[in-house]
């Protein structure tokens, strides 16, 4: 069983950057795919990106966005910059069933319970 904890969540002016960390226990995940969803208000959950065999990005935040992950600390980061207002959402990180990324909810079996991201113009 794994548990994920997402932090680092705020509220944040339109250009501003804040970083989010995601800390697994249970086990480790450094095997597994790591992954960022979003859900914005009064929206369905989106992917943002993605860490597997190699990393891939939604195309609305490609270019702003960067996921890392530290194996050793068993932690996933999604370090945001040039936030906008439509990134403001509740950030999840997820752990997947397979090694490499997917954009698709069902391939992840672990999510947290969310971090709060308000970017204001």
């Known amino acids: 069983q794994v548990q994920l904890v997402e932090s680092g969540g705020g509220l944040v002016q339109a250009g501003g950057s804040l970083r989010l960390s995601c800390a697994a226990s249970g086990r480790t995940v450094s095997s597994n795919a790591m992954a960022w969803f979003r859900q914005p208000p009064g929206k369905e959950r989106e992917f943002v990106a993605a860490s597997g065999l190699n990393t891939f990005y939604s195309s609305s935040v490609k270019g702003r966005f960067t996921i890392s992950r530290d194996n050793a600390k068993n932690t996933l980061y999604l370090q945001m910059n040039s936030l906008k207002p439509d990134d403001t959402a509740v950030y999840y990180c997820?752990?997947?069933?397979?090694?490499?990324?997917?954009?698709?909810?069902?391939?992840?079996?672990?999510w947290g319970p969310g971090t709060q991201v308000t970017v204001s113009s």
């Open positions: 997820a752990a997947g069933r397979y090694r490499d990324w997917s954009t698709n909810e069902n391939d992840y079996a672990y």
